[in-house]
């Protein structure tokens, strides 16, 4: 059974910084690509960040191009997100998700397997 655990989410001052983990099992994870993406409340779900499989090539949305950085461990089965300088526009549940297909996508619907999501709040 594929699952993906995120973690590290939370309240935090503007201009402060978390760390989102994404734990995954019941998948071989060195070969999926894993994406970010979050949902604000009335809002779309939007597209944050990927990775690829070995973590060569990575991909962020210019929202937070500068700000955000995503890295994974294959051998802890385990994907992270650092985010720093938050504002708060940046309040979202974030959703980590993996693709098999191991390049990555801004699409969520290539997406083969979701998270439950963490909450991020971001406070003026």
């Known amino acids: 059974q594929v699952q993906l655990v995120e973690s590290g989410g939370g309240l935090v001052q503007t201009g402060g910084s978390l760390r989102l983990s994404c734990a995954a099992s019941?998948?071989?994870?060195?070969?999926?690509?894993m994406g970010w993406f979050r949902q604000a409340p009335g809002k779309e779900r939007e597209f944050v960040t990927y990775?690829?499989?070995?973590?060569?090539?990575?991909y962020y949305a210019d929202s937070v191009k500068g700000r955000f950085t995503i890295s994974r461990d294959n051998a802890k089965n385990t994907v992270y997100l650092q985010m720093n300088s938050l504002k708060p526009e940046d309040t979202a549940v974030y959703y980590c998700?993996?693709?098999?297909?191991?390049?990555?996508?801004?699409?969520?619907?290539?997406?083969?397997?979701w998270g439950q999501g963490t909450q991020v709040t971001v406070s003026s």
């Open positions: 990775i690829n499989w070995s973590g060569s090539s990575t």
């Open positions: 998700a993996g693709n098999i297909a191991g390049g990555g996508s801004v699409r969520p619907q290539v997406y083969d397997a």
């Open positions: 019941g998948l071989t994870f060195s070969r999926y690509a």
